[in-house]
């Protein structure tokens, strides 16, 4: 295979990843402040729901233990977000459009998307 053929076919998988993915940016402030997010893999007898945390890179640092943090989120796919703005919550990537679902509903939306 030519360089350039094998360039393109990795510009071509990067393409279609970005496709796939959405960034958010989420603000930690001080030393207690939270700011993360847990893609909702499914159900949990301990915590209600399992979650594999996802690591956050940080973008900007300002005063003290302030910092920016940048997230990868997969489209389809459910997670629960928590920054100092709010308490956590449900969202679910469609397009390009963030919709919030309420905790009530998030049992029942996992079971429809295993089907």
Not at 24 to 42: D, Q, Y
Not at 45 to 73: D, P
Request: charged share 25%; hydrophobic share 45%; with cysteine.
């Amino acid at each position: 295979m030519k360089a350039w053929s094998v360039a393109l076919k990795k510009a071509w998988q990067i393409v279609k990843r970005a496709e796939k993915l959405v960034e958010i940016t989420l603000a930690k402030i001080g030393r207690t402040g939270k700011a993360w997010v847990a893609e909702i893999t499914g159900l949990s007898k301990h915590y209600k729901f399992a979650r594999t945390f996802l690591t956050g890179a940080i973008v900007n640092e300002w005063g003290f233990n302030n910092q920016s943090l940048r997230f990868e989120l997969e489209k389809g796919k459910l997670y629960q977000i928590e920054d100092h703005h709010s308490k956590p919550h449900f969202v679910v990537f469609e397009g390009d459009e963030m919709k919030e679902i309420p905790e009530s509903s998030v049992a029942f939306w996992l079971e429809v998307q295993a089907c």
